[in-house]
Structure formats: structure tokens, C-alpha cells
């Protein structure tokens, strides 16, 4: 149906959402070729309805086939903006499968096909068949995978199995990470193997420690793959056999970033090679990158749109962000400021009391459990806040290790009911896709080893029913536990943010501090101890010192302290 033939009612309300970016006509006759049915032409509507000027610019954009960048600050809607762009390339016409939407984590993929399905309920069969994606999930297949009976690794002379090793060494000794230039990416990579810094020159530890915890050679399910080595590979390859890689893997008509601030400049081109129409549409927060997208190099014109909106923030938080990242962040909604509290505990043990002392008085306030969240650094604090918690009363869960069995638990439950006596790795594999395994199989395999070799596997399978169906009740009402990396798939109203001094969050880690404070709605509670314990029984306790990021910190910030004599005195008496 074209244009002209709608009702007249759609036919006013799509020029009204059109007409802000001067492109109606152009707009209409694309959509005209696309030979829409008049439900899809509503679906349009629907999908652009309530959204920004320069939102629907990247939208539009990226439906006519152009490359375009969206500079969006954290809460500001960048992933909503990709979503509705990749929904308005389907509904005109798009394979669903030529789609490709690269997120940061596996599981936000989820949340982001609630919110499409949200906006299209009747689309739900090509919302499933989109390409969703990590870039090293993404990067590893294609290097993996076989065209004319030889994968594009064994081509390059590397083994099949992709593990690290000296050659990757090698192949990585002059290549630069996007974080700090300075540091090379062969210093990251002997972090992550070996976790020391000891080849590492002296001056330049301290940035290797933010690269590897900012930018990070990951574990990202289970593999050591790191997608700056991935895609050095594929541009080794594409200089050599351009052809090859063209035929068999530039098959996408679009390809969607979130998170685009996460990849470096050189990136942007080889993600492009994988669009066999040179459509890319990236959202993400450059103000806290080392470049903009305009230093981007694509041998192409692209536009670049800039907002400074955010739709999720207190004004505290807002503020905290101005600080760190410079842009003049303004608030969209009048989200309540519960507060933005800093703690010099006495010690330890005391810093985590504080902790579940605010988390309980948050949660009697009325704040849901499962918008609390902890975002820790050190490996250790999840084993030493649960006594604190559990006098406290409050239930934990970390993640993203419990996200990986609590979507799926439904679907779990019923395969192992119908399989009381088989191995569970067997049934797993024989009723989820291979995704599904990949995801689940970590926590199945650490549950299996409490096991005896000569349990009964109908005890095993019960044992583990048992576990799911807690995990599952205990979700809603569980304050989240959360490794500082894996920060960013998740949104909590109140943000804990535990270890807070100098050698944790050294002063030039504004990007990771943006990061984790981003992630909180209302409040922030940080909090640092005076005194830690030696490291060893013969060494004495010492003080660290205060995060030179306490600069950032918004001028209302509350700040509390265990120090001083009249506070120990009163401590004494009540």
C-alpha cells in the first residue's frame, strides 16, 4: 500500500513525526518502493511515536542506508533508539536474519526483545530470527567458521581451537589498546594471563591496571578471546584475501552497536566489512572515550548526532556524570534524589556492616530488593558480605552468574521433570540450542561437582530442581551482587560501591567511576575503610588512601566517617 492510499488519520501523524527531519518525501518514497501492508504502515507509526529530533534522525538515517553515530549519555535511551532503528528496517522490508545488533553482554539481549516485542507484539517470529550478539561472540564465529571446507583461522596459520599463546603474542606485540595509548596490548594480555604486572615497566603499571579493568581482555563465556586480537586477525585476512571474506561473510544488510564508546577507532571499518550495504548505526557515550566519533576514519560520510539528555537520573547522580565526563548533562525526568553518600568506615568488617545497614533501611523504606545493587571489584567480597547480610537479613544473588539460569528457569524445570534419570548434561544438550547450553552449562558443572561420583543421578537431577525453583523465588526479592565488568548489562535505583580508595580506584579511572555510578537511578552509597588488614599474619594492618576521584563527586554529597574520638565515645555509650 503507498503513502497516499492510508487513511488520512496515519498518513497526519506519520508527517508529523517526519516532518522534523526535513526529509518526509525522500522518507515516504522509500517506504513506498518497500510496498508496506497498511498494519506495517501503523507499526511504523507506533515504532517513532514519542522520540527526540535527533533520535529520529539516527533512526531515519540508518533506514535509508547510511552510516550514522548517536553520542547518547549513559540513561539517555542510546539502546531504545537502536532497537526502534532495527524494528523500522524490518517492518520495511529487511530479512530479520541480515540483522545484526551487537550488545555488550549476552544477557541483555533478552530486554532488549521485550521492548521490540513491547512495540510489535505480531512481529514476535522476526524479532526471534534477528542476529543478536557479543562483538567476540560475533568475531570468533566468523573467524571459526568454515567457508570452501576451511575456516578463515586455519587460513591464517592459526590453530583451531583459538587459544592464547606465544604467536598471538607476536601477531599483537605493536598493537595499542583504546583506553590509554600508551600501553600496549601485549602488557594487557600478560595481565590476564598471568595476573601480574611484574614485565610490566613501573611507570606504566598503574594505566595497565585501568586498560585491563576498563576496556578488559575478558572471560566472556568461558573463552579467553579479546575482540582487539579478533579483529587484528580479520584485517590481516582482508588485506590478503578481500574477495573471500566479502563472498562468504558480508552478508548483513544492517549492523546495529550499542555501547559504541566500548570499541576503538580501527574497529569501526572492519565492523563495517561485514555489511554488504555499508549500513552501521552506533549508539554509546563518547564523552568518557578517548575519541570522537568524528575521528572516526571510514573512507565514507557519515553524521553525527549529539544529545545531552537523560531520562533515568537523580540530580545528584546527573551531576556526579557532569563532573567525570564534562558534558552538560540535563534531566529529562524529575527522578527523586534519595542521596549520593560517601563512608570512611573504621575498618573492613565495618564498611561491610554499613553496607547492610543502608541496604536494610532502603528496603524498609519501600525500594525493591532487586533495585539495590553491589558492585564490587575484589573477587573476595561477595563471600565477605554474606555474613553481614544474612544478620541483616537481606538475600543476595551475584550476578551475572544467577542471570544466566533465572530467564530460562521455566524452560529448565520442565526438561529435568520429564528426565528424573538421565545426566543432566545430556538432556541439556539434547533440548536447548547450543547458545542456551553455552550459557547454562557454567552453573550446571559447578552444582555437579558437590555431588559424590556414586550419587544417584535421580538425587543429582532433584538436588537441582530444588536449586532452580529457589533461584527463581528468591529473584524478585534478591539484592544484586555484581562484578564491576559486568556492570553495564544492568540498572539498579541504589548503587554500593565498596572499596573506594586509591589502590582500587586510582585517580585517572574516571571511565570505570563513570561506569558504575551511571548504572545508579536515585542514590549512590561509596564507602572506603581506614584501616585493611595485612595481606600476610607477620605484616601490620595499613591505611590506604582516599580515590583522588572524590573530586568528581556532586557538591551535595553526604559525607560520614568512624574516625575521631567523640564518635568512638558515643559508639562506646549506645
Known amino acids: 500500500m503507498k503513502f497516499s492510499e492510508l487513511d488520512f488519520n496515519i498518513q497526519h501523524v506519520l508527517n508529523r513525526i517526519f516532518s522534523p527531519t526535513g526529509l518526509t518525501a525522500g522518507i515516504t518514497e522509500f517506504?513506498?518502493?518497500?510496498?508496506?501492508?497498511?498494519?506495517?504502515?501503523?507499526?511504523?507509526?507506533?515504532?517513532?511515536?514519542?522520540i527526540e529530533n535527533e533520535k529520529l534522525n539516527i533512526i531515519i538515517e540508518s533506514l535509508l542506508g547510511r552510516v550514522v553515530f548517536g553520542d547518547i549519555p549513559a540513561g539517555g535511551g542510546g539502546t531504545e533508539t537502536l532497537l526502534r532503528a532495527a524494528l523500522l528496517k524490518i517492518l520495511a522490508g529487511c530479512a530479520p536474519q541480515e540483522v545484526l545488533f551487537l550488545v555488550s553482554f549476552e544477557n541483555q539481549t533478552q530486554e532488549i526483545k521485550n521492548k521490540m516485542l513491547e512495540l510489535t507484539p505480531s512481529k514476535k517470529s522476526e524479532i526471534e530470527r534477528i542476529n543478536f550478539s557479543t562483538a567476540?561472540?560475533?568475531?570468533?564465529?566468523?573467524?571459526?567458521?568454515?567457508?570452501?571446507?576451511?575456516s578463515l583461522l586455519v587460513r591464517l596459520g592459526m590453530a583451531e581451537n583459538f587459544s592464547y599463546s606465544s604467536?598471538?603474542?607476536?601477531?599483537?606485540?605493536?598493537?595499542?589498546n583504546g583506553v590509554n595509548m600508551s600501553v600496549y596490548f601485549w602488557m594487557v594480555l600478560h595481565r590476564k594471563l598471568t595476573g601480574s604486572l611484574t614485565s610490566v615497566p613501573e611507570e606504566l603499571r598503574e594505566d595497565t591496571e585501568e586498560v585491563f579493568r576498563s576496556y578488559e581482555v575478558s572471560l566472556e563465556n568461558r573463552c579467553l578471546f579479546d575482540r582487539v586480537g579478533m579483529c587484528n586477525l580479520i584485517?590481516?585476512?582482508?588485506?590478503?584475501?578481500?574477495?573471500?571474506?566479502?563472498?562468504?561473510?558480508?552478508?548483513?544488510?544492517?549492523?546495529?552497536?550499542?555501547?559504541?564508546?566500548?570499541?576503538?577507532?580501527?574497529?569501526?571499518?572492519?565492523?563495517?566489512?561485514?555489511?554488504k550495504n555499508g549500513v552501521l548505526a552506533?549508539?554509546?557515550?563518547?564523552?568518557?572515550?578517548?575519541?570522537?566519533p568524528k575521528d572516526v576514519q571510514l573512507g565514507v560520510e557519515f553524521r553525527t548526532f549529539t544529545l545531552s539528555n537523560t531520562f533515568r537520573h537523580s540530580p545528584s547522580v546527573i551531576e556526579c556524570l557532569s563532573n567525570l565526563?564534562?558534558?552538560?548533562?540535563?534531566?529529562?525526568?524529575?527522578?527523586s534524589d534519595t542521596g549520593f553518600v560517601y563512608y570512611e568506615a573504621k575498618d573492613v568488617q565495618d564498611e561491610l556492616e554499613f553496607i547492610a545497614f543502608e541496604i536494610k533501611q532502603l528496603i524498609l523504606r519501600g525500594m525493591g530488593a532487586s533495585k539495590i545493587g553491589i558492585i564490587y571489584s575484589s573477587g573476595d567480597f561477595p563471600v565477605k558480605f554474606s555474613q553481614p547480610a544474612l544478620k541483616s537479613g537481606i538475600d543476595c544473588l551475584e550476578y551475572p552468574s544467577s542471570d544466566s539460569i533465572i530467564p530460562l528457569a521455566e524452560k529448565l524445570l520442565e526438561i529435568i521433570e520429564k528426565n528424573p534419570g538421565a545426566s543432566t548434561m545430556e538432556i541439556l544438550r539434547k533440548n536447548l540450542s547450543a547458545a542456551e547450553v553455552l550459557r547454562v552449562s557454567a552453573w550446571f558443572e559447578r552444582h555437579l561437582r558437590k555431588f559424590g561420583p556414586y550419587e544417584a543421578i535421580s538425587r543429582r537431577n532433584n538436588v537441582i530442581l530444588e536449586d532452580i525453583r529457589k533461584l527463581k523465588e528468591r529473584a524478585p526479592f534478591s539484592v544484586k551482587i555484581v562484578a564491576e565488568y559486568f556492570a553495564n548489562a544492568y540498572q539498579f535505583?541504589?548503587?554500593?560501591?565498596?572499596?573506594?580508595?586509591?589502590?582500587?580506584?586510582?585517580?585517572?579511572?574516571?571511565?570505570?567511576?563513570?561506569?558504575?555510578?551511571?548504572?545508579?537511578?536515585?542514590?549512590?552509597?561509596?564507602?572506603?575503610?581506614?584501616?585493611?588488614?595485612?595481606?600476610?599474619?607477620?605484616?601490620?594492618?595499613?591505611?590506604?588512601?582516599?580515590?583522588?576521584?572524590?573530586?568528581?563527586?556532586?557538591?551535595?554529597?553526604?559525607?560520614?566517617?568512624?574516625?575521631?574520638?567523640?564518635?568512638?565515645?558515643?559508639?562506646?555509650?549506645?
Open 167 to 176: 604467536r598471538w603474542m607476536e601477531l599483537l606485540a605493536e598493537e595499542r
Open 136 to 150: 567476540s561472540m560475533f568475531l570468533e564465529n566468523v573467524l571459526k567458521e568454515k567457508a570452501e571446507d576451511q
Open 235 to 275: 584485517r590481516r585476512f582482508y588485506d590478503f584475501d578481500k574477495e573471500f571474506l566479502i563472498k562468504h561473510f558480508a552478508k548483513f544488510s544492517a549492523i546495529f552497536v550499542d555501547n559504541g564508546e566500548r570499541y576503538l577507532p580501527g574497529e569501526w571499518p572492519i565492523l563495517r566489512i561485514f555489511s
Open 31 to 50: 517506504l513506498d518502493s518497500r510496498n508496506l501492508s497498511s498494519s506495517d504502515w501503523e507499526l511504523v507509526s507506533k515504532t517513532l511515536e514519542n
Open 325 to 335: 565526563s564534562g558534558r552538560n548533562i540535563v534531566s529529562q525526568n524529575s527522578v
Open 282 to 292: 552506533v549508539c554509546g557515550d563518547f564523552s568518557i572515550s578517548f575519541y570522537t
Open 493 to 574: 535505583d541504589a548503587v554500593f560501591l565498596p572499596d573506594f580508595e586509591e589502590g582500587t580506584y586510582t585517580g585517572n579511572m574516571k571511565s570505570i567511576f563513570y561506569k558504575v555510578t551511571s548504572r545508579a537511578a536515585s542514590c549512590v552509597f561509596i564507602t572506603r575503610p581506614l584501616v585493611r588488614e595485612a595481606l600476610y599474619y607477620w605484616q601490620k594492618p595499613f591505611e590506604p588512601s582516599p580515590s583522588k576521584l572524590v573530586a568528581f563527586f556532586p557538591s551535595g554529597a553526604s559525607k560520614g566517617s568512624d574516625r575521631g574520638p567523640v564518635k568512638r565515645l558515643l559508639k562506646k555509650l549506645f
